[in-house]
């Protein structure tokens, strides 16, 4: 079956240091892979998304994520955190035939001041 | 453009009960989908629509679960009989529908509680 995992529930970091959100995915060829934030309140806001080219796909609020089709992931990283960057974040992915996204389970983000 | 708007966005309900929530997809945009998020999971896909027609349903959609797009615009997803275990949040999300590489952008949800 088609899947997203998202091995950390929880992650803390330190305000201003680096951060890497890990993403792998199961599916029969490589899908589209999306990350989403979530706030409290807010909708799933798009972090970014690849669907083909370059592996290393720039998005908003500074993030940045790599494809890596060897490891079957899709990690997000973005070099200095700011505490409003604390949220729910969702890696996704699309393809298989099917329409609709497959979410993760979500990786709490905690920032330490 | 205001982007996905969603109605109500609380719901407090008591077991057996109806409940229809109502979304309001981005102007012009061709698709929508429905998804449904529980604590502590991500969301999971419901249904989705291409314009008016109803174009694929999760096998989480059961028969008490009905979702409409009359005109191809807005949409309703209504719950019959609710029960406890309904009590989760309801996602819309809509795309333009013009390419296999849209984006889907999700309104805030309708979080509902069956008591």
């Known amino acids: 079956a088609q899947s997203v995992t998202q091995p950390d529930i929880h992650i803390t970091v330190s305000e201003g240091a680096s951060l890497e959100l890990r993403c792998n995915y199961s599916y029969g060829a490589t899908p589209y892979l999306f990350w989403y934030v979530q706030s409290p309140g807010q909708g799933l806001q798009l972090l970014l998304k690849?669907?083909?080219?370059?592996?290393l796909v720039q998005g908003i609020k500074g993030f940045e994520a790599e494809f890596k089709r060897s490891q079957s992931s899709f990690n997000l990283r973005k070099p200095s955190v700011h505490w409003s960057d604390a949220a729910e974040y969702f890696c996704?992915?699309?393809?298989?035939?099917?329409?609709?996204?497959?979410f993760g389970k979500g990786t709490h983000l905690i920032i330490q001041p | 453009d205001t982007g996905v708007s969603q109605n109500p966005r609380h719901k407090i309900t008591k077991r057996g009960q109806n409940v229809t929530f109502r979304c309001d997809p981005i102007s012009e945009h061709n698709r929508l989908y429905w998804y449904r998020q529980t604590l502590g999971q991500g969301p999971e896909f419901l249904t989705y629509f291409q314009n008016e027609a109803q174009l694929e349903k999760s096998r989480l959609l059961s028969d008490r679960f009905s979702a409409e797009r009359p005109k191809g615009s807005f949409s309703t997803l209504e719950i019959q009989r609710t029960e406890q275990g309904d009590s989760a949040m309801y996602l819309c999300a809509s795309s333009s529908g013009q390419s296999s590489t849209d984006t889907q952008y999700f309104g805030p949800g309708t979080r509902l509680t069956v008591l």
């Open positions: 690849y669907f083909s080219g370059d592996t």
């Open positions: 996704a992915a699309e393809g298989g035939g099917a329409d609709g996204l497959t």
